[in-house]
């Protein structure tokens, strides 16, 4: 698997040049200076031979970047979560049952939350793939294609924040008090995404958006767009 890095450039106010390069993560290995993504799968990415820069006028291409990495420790947190909850949670103390994972509530709120990750996966997955799309085409990309790239990204990601700040949090209802102890770092999920977030705020994802769904104005081409 490849995952696009890029870098804008402004040649003129006209003409944006947009180095891309793909980096492999099938092999990856984890690095420990990421100490923010201990149990996240944080993966130190290697360069492969793919290498595309493109001059286009009138912001005629960007790069779309998707929500695989806020996916990844979505999944990694609920993981954790249900890991604890099957061994270690206990059912509340007026619950009609014996174990924590027969409590209908708990049941009821795992089965929302994971329904919500599916669907920022899936989301995420169709991002993926136009992305693919717009990068095997080239230069040939024209500006419908890359401003309906880059929604399909925003609309990944923002949906992926939303659902994974909503996981990371409410993970701890379902886990108990003691599962907010340090020696867990639970906590880590939910500021880990917290912190991707207000790196590449939502509001203006969905402004992003909806200027393309109501105007069909593509987003400007940027370092997150």
């Known amino acids: 698997h490849s995952t696009p890095i890029t870098a804008l450039r402004h040649v003129t106010p ?15 290995r984890v690095s420990s200076e990421w100490c923010r993504w201990p149990r996240s799968g944080a993966k130190m990415l290697r360069p492969v031979s793919r290498r595309r820069t493109i001059a286009a006028p009138e912001s005629r291409i960007g790069t779309a970047q998707t929500a695989s990495g806020t996916t990844i420790a979505m999944k990694a947190g609920l993981e954790e979560a249900l890991a604890y909850t099957r061994t270690q949670a206990r059912p509340w103390e007026t619950a009609p049952v014996d174990q924590a994972t027969e409590d209908p509530y708990t049941l009821r709120r795992y089965g929302d939350l994971w329904t919500q990750l599916q669907g ?3 989301l995420t997955q169709q991002a993926t793939a136009q992305f693919q799309q717009g990068w095997d085409k080239g230069e040939a990309l024209t500006h419908a294609e890359r401003g309906a790239m880059s929604t399909a990204a925003a609309a990944a990601r923002a949906l992926a924040l939303r659902v994974g700040l909503t996981v990371t949090s409410q993970m701890f209802d379902l886990m108990g008090a003691r599962a907010t102890a340090k020696r867990y770092g639970f906590d880590l999920y939910w500021r880990n995404l917290r912190t991707l977030s207000l790196h590449d705020p939502v509001d203006y994802k969905l402004l992003d958006i909806g200027n393309w769904v109501v105007n069909e104005i593509a987003p400007t081409p940027s370092s997150y767009a």
């Open 120 to 122: 920022a996966i899936s």
């Open 14 to 28: 006209q003409i944006r040049v947009m180095n891309v390069v793909a980096w492999r993560t099938d092999q990856p």
